[in-house]
Each structure stands twice: as C-alpha cells, then as structure tokens.
C-alpha cells in the first residue's frame, strides 16, 4: 500500500523538505483502529539535514524495517530513540491503548515542513486529502487521532464533517486544556487532542489517553 500513497503524494511536494510516512508497511496494512496525525513536519525547512519528502518516503518504503515507527524508532537531534519531545508522549498514548507504534498508520495532514502553523492553510490540506482519503478507505480506521485541536483538528472534522461530540477530556490544571471526540455519521471518529509537541500527555493532569481509550472501545 505503501507504493499506492507514494503516487498520491502531490508531485510538487516531493523535493520540498517534509516527510509523509511516520510508520512502516505494518502499520499501513490490514484494518487498524486507529491513524495518527499531526499537522505538518515542524522544524527549519532551511535546515540541509532535515529530510526530503521524496528521499525519506522512498527510504521507508525501502529500508526500513515493516515494524518501524518514527515516534518510537528514531533520534530525533541527537537524543536517543523515542525520548525526544512528543515521542514519549505519542508513545504513552499508544501503550495505554495497548498498541504497538510499528502497527498504527501515521502521518500529517500536510506534508511539507515549516517553522509554524501560520503556514499550512485549506489549500494545502486541500492536495494532501487523497492521500488520507486513500488511509481511511483501505485500513478503515475506528479513529483518527489529531495533534492539535486548532489545527490538524479543525480541518478533518471539516473535512469529514465530525460535528457531533461524544466525549471532552479536560486538564486537572490550571490551564484546563481541553481534547474533544466526535463521531461522524458514518461512526468514524475525529478524536482531536491537544498537541503533544506542548502538552504533556505523559503526565497524569495533561493525559487524554483514558477519554481516548473509552470512546475507541467502548
């Protein structure tokens, strides 16, 4: 399936800095419960180290292992494996939803990189739907999971049309964040959490992973 989403990556995103594929060949085939999404690849698109969307999809289509996660798998600057930033946090959910990283498709709702959210508008989601269009009718997915309420959440319940709400998790902090769920007419849910890149879902106060697990397999 991996070779199918390649052809759907818009041809005019391929040598921008980005990457697409979070997850192996494992992860995208069969039916899963869940899809992972992020918003776009965050960092310097500058930046000469930072990946190529074409070089890094065709070396997880060719080189990596079939059970390979981004979140759990890679250094991220230098740190080791699974430790950096959000990965402990997306690898936490994961666990209290008794699923393994190398199974679970992810990706982001757009595919190349930027220094902000101030970056990516409709348009751009607009040319990468086909590609999730592609994830959700093939692995029929119960959930999708997006980093970001604002953002990455907003637009795939735009794009689904997810306006029914059937569950809220809310901090017990000051802060008093909330992550939603809704569930579309066709039963698919659009579960949108805080982001992890700026919420600790590791820590007991900022963990959406029990409303996350209730909706799922309730």
């Given amino acids: 399936m991996l070779e199918q989403l390649y ?3 818009p041809k005019h995103y391929l040598e921008k800095s980005g990457s697409v594929f979070y997850s192996g060949r494992d992860a995208f085939t069969g039916q899963k419960d869940v899809y992972l ?3 776009n690849p ?3 698109p500058k930046d000469p180290n930072e990946h190529i969307i074409k ?8 080189d990596k292992p079939n059970d390979w996660s981004e979140y759990r798998d890679e250094s991220w600057q230098g740190h080791p494996p699974g430790s950096y930033r959000m990965q402990p946090r997306v690898l ?3 666990k209290q939803l008794n699923l393994s990283p190398g199974q679970v498709p992810a990706s982001n709702l757009v595919f190349f990189r930027s220094k902000g959210a101030k970056n990516v508008n409709r348009n751009h989601v607009n040319e990468c739907w086909s590609f999730h ?4 009718n093939e692995l029929k997915p119960k959930a999708i999971i997006c980093f970001g309420t604002t953002n990455t959440g907003k637009f795939v319940r735009e794009k689904l049309n997810a306006t029914k709400v ?4 809310v901090e017990s902090n000051n802060r008093k964040v909330s992550s939603y769920a809704y569930r579309c007419a066709s039963g698919l849910l659009v579960i949108s959490l805080s982001h992890p890149s700026r919420y600790a879902w590791n820590i007991k106060e900022a963990d959406p992973s029990e409303m996350v697990r209730r909706v799922l397999y309730s």
């Fill in 42 to 44: 965050g960092g310097d």
């Fill in 37 to 39: 999404l992020g918003l």
């Fill in 7 to 9: 052809d759907l990556i």
């Fill in 133 to 136: 269009e592609c994830v959700i």
């Fill in 92 to 94: 936490h959910l994961l």
């Fill in 166 to 169: 059937v569950d809220i998790f």
């Fill in 55 to 62: 070089n890094h999809a065709l070396s997880v289509m060719n």
